[in-house]
């Protein structure tokens, strides 16, 4: 019950917190609002009983990540957001109902064809995240047991990142 | 005790969120930002299925995508200031020249 509970809370934060990304027309106020969202799904990985991954949730993406792109907001001096109005009517009104009912032609069509809403899920199963598995000993020794090349090989990519990073953003002499 | 759906339906919001400000927003940092916000659900998706399945791959998947999430942030915030930096604009429409 109490879980229930607090999935509801942190869920409801969690979308606010994403309509609210949506309807903000600063690009400081997004970014805020992300964070806002990225710290709820933390707590809801806890729920989950993913403890490394709640903390890697926030000290990575709530803490370096959004860092940086409020760091880049502030750098650039971003304004609020200015619309040039053109492009057709049509587009405008139609574009997101339109958008919506394909989407929703489209996975129904998909789970028909393959058999994907015979799969009850979430039924008698229920899930209560009292057993925390997902400790960061037993995320460790998959990662380095198993997933020891992914996990060097992501090493080697984060490192490119930042040199290409670095290139990207120098000033031309 | 919540049920696998309700997670699965949480991060399917949260994904139409982020591509509905993908497709709507015209900054191109907020456009950034809605990608994360796939990104997010997507990992929720990948969390809640591990938790359903006792399985911890998922949560090794999700180290794996946020560490990609990590050096896609890194090098498109240095390609938004390339960017502002020879059109000393942030908006979407106004870059549509491959030549300065």
């Known amino acids: ?173 | 005790m919540v049920p696998l759906s309700y997670y699965l339906t949480l991060s399917g919001i949260l994904f139409a969120c982020g591509v509905a400000g993908f497709l709507i927003k015209r900054n191109i940092i907020t456009i950034f930002l809605s990608i994360e916000l796939m990104l997010n659900g997507v990992n929720l998706t990948f969390v809640s299925f591990a938790a359903q399945l006792k399985s911890l791959d998922g949560h090794i998947f999700v180290f794996f995508v946020m560490v990609v999430a990590a050096a896609e942030a890194a090098v498109g915030l240095a390609i938004i200031i390339a960017v502002f930096r020879t059109r000393e604009t942030l908006n979407v429409d106004r870059v549509n020249l491959l030549k300065l």
């Open chain 1, 1 to 173: 019950m109490l879980h229930l509970v607090l999935f509801f809370i942190f869920a409801a934060v969690c979308v606010g917190g994403a309509i609210n990304l949506l309807a903000q027309r600063h690009p400081i106020n997004s970014a805020l609002s992300l964070i806002v969202v990225m710290g709820s799904l933390a707590v809801i990985y806890l729920l989950l009983g993913a403890e490394f991954v709640a903390a890697v949730q926030v000290i990575v993406y709530a803490g370096a990540v959004m860092v940086l792109f409020v760091f880049v907001i502030m750098l650039l001096n971003a304004g609020v957001e200015e619309r040039i109005a053109h492009g057709s009517r049509v587009a405008t009104m139609l574009g997101v109902p339109g958008l919506i009912v394909g989407l929703v032609i489209g996975v129904w069509v998909v789970s028909r064809l393959t058999g994907l809403d015979k799969i009850s899920i979430g039924g008698p199963s229920v899930m209560n995240g009292t057993e925390a598995f997902g400790n960061p000993q037993a995320v460790g020794h998959l990662l380095f047991k198993d997933y020891l090349l992914p996990f060097e090989v992501t090493s080697i990519l984060i490192l490119i990142a930042i040199m290409g990073a670095v290139v990207l953003a120098r000033r031309e002499e």
